[in-house]
């Protein structure tokens, strides 16, 4: 019983978090505000995470998760764009704490950037796998796949800045020029 009211707790304190995050930004979520939007005492806070950043780090966790879902199987160019346009469209708020953290963080904290530049580097190598799966050889396809996560992550901003943004349709228009070029 203890462990499902801690579980409970922390979900509660993770949705806060996105929350404020999507909401506020970074600076304008504190503990505090986490505690008084999850409805939780700051005691609780603090049994499950050592500090903001942790549960910020934990949130940004989530979001890196769902830009890159582990599927079974080879993936193909078109599935890993899909997969990346289901998470801005689908879970808006992540994409903005991805996005948020990945740029203010990333270019003040040197362990958040390392984090950042570690995940955009292991999103390219599957997009270089996947291109030379279709047949695309060295140096294009790591030429292409740095060029489709840039591509995909300057419209990402595009969609989530402007929601007239038709992000499928130029998302469909890089794979198949991409993959066709």
């Known amino acids: 019983?203890?462990?499902?009211?801690?579980?409970?707790?922390?979900?509660?304190?993770?949705?806060?978090?996105?929350?404020?995050?999507?909401?506020?930004?970074?600076?304008?979520?504190?503990?505090?505000?986490?505690?008084?939007?999850?409805?939780?005492?700051?005691?609780?806070?603090?049994?499950?995470?050592?500090s903001k950043e942790q549960v910020v780090l934990s949130v940004v966790a989530e979001a890196i998760a769902a830009v890159d879902p582990d599927g079974p199987g080879p993936e193909s160019v078109a599935e890993l764009v899909e997969a990346y346009v289901r998470f801005v469209t689908e879970e808006q708020t992540l994409a903005r704490v991805y996005l948020a953290v990945a740029v203010s963080k990333g270019l003040q904290d040197p362990e958040m950037a390392r984090r950042v530049l570690r995940h955009h580097e292991q999103r390219v190598e599957r997009f270089r796998r996947a291109l030379a799966a279709e047949g695309l050889g060295e140096p294009e396809a790591s030429l292409r796949a740095e060029a489709v996560a840039a591509t995909l992550?300057?419209?990402?901003?595009?969609?989530?800045?402007?929601?007239?943004?038709?992000?499928?349709?130029?998302?469909l228009r890089l794979v198949n020029e991409t993959v066709g070029a």
């Not at 992550?153 to 130029?170: C, I, K, S, T, V």
Request: proline share 1%.
């Open 153 to 171: 992550e300057g419209y990402a901003l595009h969609a989530l800045l402007d929601p007239g943004f038709d992000l499928a349709a130029h998302a």
């Open 1 to 50: 019983m203890r462990n499902r009211a801690g579980i409970e707790t922390r979900e509660r304190i993770l949705e806060a978090t996105r929350t404020l995050l999507s909401e506020r930004g970074l600076e304008g979520t504190t503990v505090k505000a986490i505690c008084e939007v999850a409805g939780i005492l700051a005691g609780s806070f603090y049994n499950l995470f050592d």
